[in-house]
């Protein structure tokens, strides 16, 4: 009998070593899957792959309707992307996908941005702190140096957290300012670090950190205990810099990208080069930033629009 575990089992090793999908999307991947095997139990359903039909399906979507669309979205397309792979490896008849038309109506909500004036106050302070420590032989200021060197990153290539954490020493090369980017789903983007400052905060890490980076195995962002810094201490360096620069908002490494992109847009870069730098698969998912500017436009236009002073009485 082909059960919901040995199937998921299957799938998962499909995924691991012939699709190579990142770590990250298997433990999704798991997760979901996982919640799905635990409602077939809890509800008394059979745990014979072959026996999930729409009915099962239609129930668990409802089981799981109070989620957020994007929770829903997901966990459906972990669940389409299993049945596709067993219907292909012949492991069911029936794909009870292909009797079901799902539409899951998601808010687009436009992605949050900082405009320049905060962007700048976040540098300042992360430069201010370096400049008041005198002793460079304490952590505090290799630190502190490390602290610009993240926002640095983050603003100079508009990458993810994930791959700002990623980063390898040897695919950054601080002569040219080229980086090799690892993204979603192991897809390669070459970046280029333009800014001669940027590249001097770079170099003097790089230096600081030399035989740290060594011994973390390659990465070149490097924590207190010598190993890789996490993604959750990434975001942690980036709100502390935003509360006390004084912003009085939730400030993200993502909000970094947004703003990125955004101010690009702004100074009419064409929205392909955006697309690239991104490093997104689809030209739609980078339109979401045409609307952004629209937004500042209308600000700009309520503000300045000479037809203010036209006062009709």
């Given amino acids: 009998m082909n059960t919901i575990n040995t199937s998921i089992k299957g799938f998962i090793g499909h995924c691991n070593f012939e699709k190579n999908l990142s770590p990250k999307t298997i433990k999704f991947y798991t997760i979901d899957l996982m919640q799905f095997t635990k409602f077939l139990i809890e509800k008394k359903y059979s745990i014979e792959i072959e026996k999930v039909t729409k009915f099962e399906l239609r129930e668990y979507l409802e089981e799981i309707s109070h989620l957020k669309p994007k929770s829903i979205k997901r966990k459906i397309a972990t669940l389409k992307a299993m049945f596709n792979y067993l219907e292909f490896e012949d492991k069911i008849t029936s794909n009870p996908f292909r009797k079901m038309r799902i539409k899951i109506k998601e808010n687009k909500n436009l992605p949050k941005v900082m405009d320049m004036e905060e962007i700048e106050k976040i540098f300042k302070t992360a430069y201010k702190d370096r400049n008041q420590i005198k002793e460079i032989r304490t952590y505090s200021y290799l630190e502190s140096i490390r602290n610009i060197v993240v926002i640095e990153l983050l603003f100079s290539t508009g990458a993810r957290v994930s791959e700002i954490a990623n980063i390898r020493a040897e695919n950054l090369n601080l002569d040219t300012g080229v980086l090799l980017i690892m993204g979603k789903g192991n897809k390669e983007r070459v970046l280029q670090i333009c800014n001669e400052e940027s590249l001097k905060i770079l170099k003097e890490y790089s230096q600081l950190f030399k035989d740290k980076i060594v011994n973390s195995g390659g990465f ?17 360096i980036v709100m502390n810099l935003a509360a006390k620069a004084g912003i009085n908002k939730h400030i993200t490494p993502h909000i970094f990208r947004h703003s990125l992109a955004t101010l690009l847009l702004e100074e009419d870069v064409d929205i392909r080069f955006i697309q690239k730098i991104l490093g997104h698969s689809s030209i739609m998912t980078t339109q979401i930033y045409t609307h952004v500017n629209k937004e500042k436009q209308k600000q700009i236009l309520i503000a300045k629009h000479p037809r203010k002073d036209i006062l009709m009485r």
């Fill in 220 to 236: 070149f962002l490097i924590n207190r205990f010598g190993t890789k810094l996490s993604d959750q201490s990434i975001r942690s």
